[in-house]
């Protein structure tokens, strides 16, 4: 066990720098846009008002002062230069090793820049099996400074990705090929930010194979299923095999504001389309864990209005980052599902007519006395969940009424009032009024753009076990806006599920709900547990 408890070494692996100059830029940048921050929240209504201002200092700032990381960097060297040595002590005395708490930048693309190497991009392999070196390479350092009674059996690292480097991480995980020094089992967490999982897609076509310049064929899937060395599924390849790594041990980060992406002056945006973050599209962006059985189920996933990158993208936002460190360092997993009873259409429709719709699910997480969601998915965003008439009513899908909504941690560091046991977040839940369909024509009367079948917000508030006696019982209340005027007075008697997860089933209020037909009926399901 460290010395610094589960604040273990972040290695951090940057996206795809496509161009000579592209990667020149990243070996010039020490941290590799992990130390870009940002001074603007998101555009306002008004194009010609200001951005909101908010400022983000980075991730590697954040990590500096809120957990007391270290840079690894010393004397113009990194970890991997030979004649690197460490800083010394606060006393200036010489000392072996980095401290377990450190952020380690993965430079791959030092070899491929003109600045430092041949110019020449690799193969994801290549870069894969250079992680795993740098994974053993940061556990004999930690274990150097850790001292003899450290093993380094017991190290554990995080890893945080961007965009391609999800993928890197993601072929040293399941390629067992690149992996030939173990590092794998020495992966604690990781977290990716805007990976595109599924690879990415330009006007609804996926990258071509024959796309080699700058390895730009990467993101197409028959490619990205050979360095995976993992079959698709249904034609899919953002499926996480469980043998190769713990689904609840990753998390999805994923950007759905494509107006504010502006690499190739905006055609980027254009061709990945409505659904992205202006390169990925939106449902590319999460993973699913699949057993040997064939047996799916998600990977924790959170959205956020920021785009792939930028001013507004997702590494330098505030919403991403609590994502990370409450995932990394969190106390409460709370795992959000809408799980539909039934759902009811128009009266006037006509009688025995070919009918669907498309039900759109949206979701606002935010924790107590925050400015900020952990979670947002709306619909003029292109984020919500989304399911058809006929699948909410097929009784041969039901698994199809079981709606992931996402993940959200919850963290003691982060309560408003340090000497108030119980930690809180609110989650808005909507459903739109469909747009129905009759015999595949637009049903006109009746339809008001923007109303909903349901719409409310539930406070749940919690209170763990003690640390000092797990074996307590939680305590956990709610209440509806509507119903208790934003009160959780309302107490959750919990079912015990597997692994140590309690159930907690929540009706939905009935002020929230549509008064009438059309109408939908359910309960919101969260599935709660100690976290570390």
Excluded at 337 to 348: I, K, M
Excluded at 459 to 464: F, Q, W
Aim: hydrophobic content about 40%; aromatic content about 10%.
């Amino acid at each position: 066990m460290s010395s610094t408890g589960n604040r273990y070494p972040i290695i951090y692996v940057r996206g795809y720098a496509m161009t000579e100059a592209e990667r020149d830029d990243t070996a010039a940048d020490p941290f590799c846009g992990f130390n870009v921050g940002s001074t603007v929240y998101r555009a306002t209504v008004k194009k010609e008002a200001p951005a909101q201002k908010f400022v983000f200092e980075s991730p590697v700032v954040r990590l500096l002062a809120d957990f007391q990381y270290h840079s690894v960097y010393q004397n113009g060297l990194d970890i991997l230069d030979a004649d690197w040595k460490p800083s010394p002590d606060e006393t200036g005395k010489d000392v072996d090793g980095i401290p377990s708490a450190s952020v380690i930048v993965y430079r791959y693309y030092d070899s491929g820049s003109e600045l430092l190497g041949d110019g020449a991009s690799r193969d994801v392999k290549v870069y894969a099996q250079g992680l795993g070196q740098l994974i053993l390479r940061v556990r004999d350092l930690v274990a150097l400074r850790e001292g003899p009674g450290y093993s380094p059996a017991d190290f554990r690292c995080y890893l945080v990705a961007h965009s391609m480097g999800g993928l890197v991480v993601r072929a040293l995980l399941q390629n067992r090929d690149l992996d030939k020094g173990g590092a794998r089992a020495y992966v604690d967490k990781v977290f990716t930010y805007a990976t595109p999982h599924n690879g990415i897609e330009m006007g609804g076509v996926n990258i071509p194979a024959w796309l080699t310049a700058n390895e730009m064929n990467t993101f197409n899937r028959d490619k990205m299923s050979e360095f995976l060395a993992t079959l698709p599924v249904d034609g899919r390849m953002d499926y996480l095999p469980a043998a190769a790594f713990p689904a609840e041990r990753f998390f999805c980060m994923v950007g759905t504001n494509r107006g504010d992406y502006e690499t190739a002056k905006g055609l980027s945006r254009m061709f990945a389309g409505h659904g992205s973050d202006g390169l990925v599209r939106i449902e590319n962006a999460a993973l699913w864990s699949i057993d040997d059985a064939g047996k799916t189920r998600p990977v924790a996933t959170a959205y956020a209005f920021r785009s792939h990158s930028g001013y507004f993208g997702i590494v330098n936002s505030e919403e991403a980052y609590q994502n990370l460190v409450r995932f990394l360092f969190g106390d409460v997993r709370v795992d959000l599902w809408f799980d539909v009873e039934g759902v009811t259409l128009p009266p006037d429709l006509p009688a025995g007519a070919d009918v669907d719709a498309l039900y759109q699910v949206e979701l606002l997480a935010a924790p107590r006395g925050k400015r900020w969601y952990l979670s947002r998915r709306v619909a003029e965003e292109d984020s919500p969940a989304c399911r058809t008439h006929k699948e909410l009513t097929d009784p041969a899908k039901a698994d199809r009424r079981s709606i992931y909504l996402s993940t959200v941690f919850l963290a003691n560091k982060a309560r408003v009032k340090q000497d108030r046991p119980t930690l809180a977040y609110a989650m808005t839940l909507g459903v739109r009024v469909p747009d129905y369909q009759v015999n595949n024509k637009f049903w006109l009367d009746g339809h008001y753009e923007g109303s909903s079948l349901f719409r409310d917000t539930l406070i749940i508030e919690l209170a763990p076990p003690p640390a000092n006696d797990p074996t307590k019982d939680w305590s956990v209340n709610y209440g509806w806006q509507t119903d208790t005027g934003g009160k959780a007075s309302l107490p959750m008697s919990p079912k015990q599920l597997a692994g140590g997860k309690l159930q907690f089933i929540v009706p939905l209020s009935s002020l929230g709900a549509a008064p009438a037909a059309p109408g939908i009926s359910g309960k919101v399901r969260l599935e709660v547990s100690a976290w570390s």
